[in-house]
């Protein structure tokens, strides 16, 4: 499965930006999806999870109320719509499939190369 993520920028504070990430070369049983970032000296951090259905989703604390998952299987692609930004929300967007619906880096097999959000002041 390859991942292909999207729609990183530069933003001011209070705005909104929406990630996309594509998947192709899978089989035909879509995969649960996560969101991570990772800012510049931290550690990878869970940002949101979305079952394969989309009937389930779940977001760190950090984003909740600001940020929403969704995906559209028929374009095997989900996306992570974020508004309100904070300066702090400045990381590296990874998507991530798996075949667990799971807020732990590790439990996903396959991952995007990542797109940069940058939130200015």
């Known amino acids: 499965v390859q991942l292909q993520a999207s729609g990183g920028g530069l933003v001011q504070a209070g705005g909104s930006l929406r990630l996309s990430c594509a998947a192709s070369g899978g089989t035909n049983s879509p995969y649960n999806m996560g969101w991570f970032r990772q800012a510049p000296g931290k550690e990878r951090e869970f940002v949101a999870r979305?079952?394969?259905?989309?009937?389930?989703?779940g977001y760190a604390d950090s984003v909740k109320g600001r940020f929403t998952i969704s995906r559209n299987n028929a374009k095997s692609t989900v996306y992570l719509q974020m508004n309100s930004l904070k300066t702090e929300d400045t990381a590296v967007y990874y998507c991530?499939?798996?075949?667990?619906?799971?807020?732990?880096?590790?439990?996903?097999?396959?991952w995007g190369q990542g797109t940069q959000v940058t939130v200015s002041s």
């Open positions: 991530a499939a798996g075949g667990y619906y799971s807020s732990v880096a590790e439990e996903y097999e396959y």
């Open positions: 979305i079952t394969w259905t989309g009937g389930i989703a």
